[in-house]
T-cell receptor
Framework: AQSVTQLGSHVSVSEGALVLLRCNYSSSVPPYLFWYVQYPNQGLQLLLKYTSAATLVKGINGFEAEFKKSETSFHLTKPSAHMSDAAEYFCAVSSQGAQKLVFGQGTRLTINP | DAGVTQSPTHLIKTRGQQVTLRCSPKSGHDTVSWYQQALGQGPQFIFQYYEEEERQRGNFPDRFSGHQFPNYSSELNVNALLLGDSALYLC????????????FGPGTRLTVL
């Protein structure tokens, strides 16, 4: 079985500060890992994905994540937060060929002016 | 490209009733997955349809059923509604041969009274 744990249900940072959202996964097979963002009253938008290629993955809107197998982590970072980054962020895992996504509980990111 | 579309946007039902939600996949996609997102939670996988058959199913009771049509659109049916079925229902589409990238629709908000 696969699972995802997102550490911190709510993260608050100042505009211009570093954003770090934590995700740890559990998987018995090589994982595919994803970060999605959800704005209020909207569906999920893919930020970035890891599919067994480069361990440092760059996504949209200046976000990136690093796959660390030894730590079973896939933390999301952005060097400088912008007010428009305020949203709910979800980490998800799947196994190759399965396509079923297993999501974490989500982290609400608040940006302080 | 219209992306993934879902209808209706909002729906209010009473306990014991039945509901049908609809999804049209992104152009070129042949696989449709359904997820339930309760308030404050991450999405939970319900099932996935490919070539008009249920390919995978999550841990949901038989009250949840689906269908996929020859044009790849899909329906989610829920019978004997319970208060706990109140949630945002998300449809996601993907290409059957892809490496699991799923595109999500805006969702249908179901309220059961």
């Amino acid at each position: 079985a696969q699972s995802v744990t997102q550490l911190g249900s709510h993260v608050s940072v100042s505009e211009g500060a570093l954003v770090l959202l934590r995700c740890n996964y559990s998987s018995s097979v090589p994982p595919y890992l994803f970060w999605y963002v959800q704005y209020p009253n909207q569906g999920l938008q893919l930020l970035l994905k890891y599919t067994s290629a480069a361990t440092l993955v760059k996504g949209i809107n200046g976000f990136e994540a690093e796959f660390k197998k030894s730590e079973t982590s896939f933390h999301l970072t952005k060097p400088s937060a912008h007010m428009s980054d305020a949203a709910e962020y979800f980490c998800a895992v799947s196994s190759q060929g399965a396509q079923k996504l297993v999501f974490g509980q989500g982290t609400r990111l608040t940006i302080n002016p | 490209d219209a992306g993934v579309t879902q209808s209706p946007t909002h729906l209010i039902k009473t306990r014991g009733q039945q509901v049908t939600l609809r999804c049209s996949p992104k152009s070129g996609h042949d696989t449709v997955s359904w997820y339930q997102q309760a308030l404050g939670q991450g999405p939970q996988f319900i099932f996935q349809y490919y070539e008009e058959e249920e390919r995978q199913r999550g841990n949901f009771p038989d009250r949840f059923s689906g269908h996929q049509f020859p044009n790849y659109s899909s329906e989610l049916n829920v019978n004997a509604l319970l208060l706990g079925d109140s949630a945002l229902y998300l449809c996601a589409s993907s290409a059957g041969s892809s490496y699991n990238e799923q595109f999500f629709g805006p969702g249908t908000r179901l309220t059961v009274l």
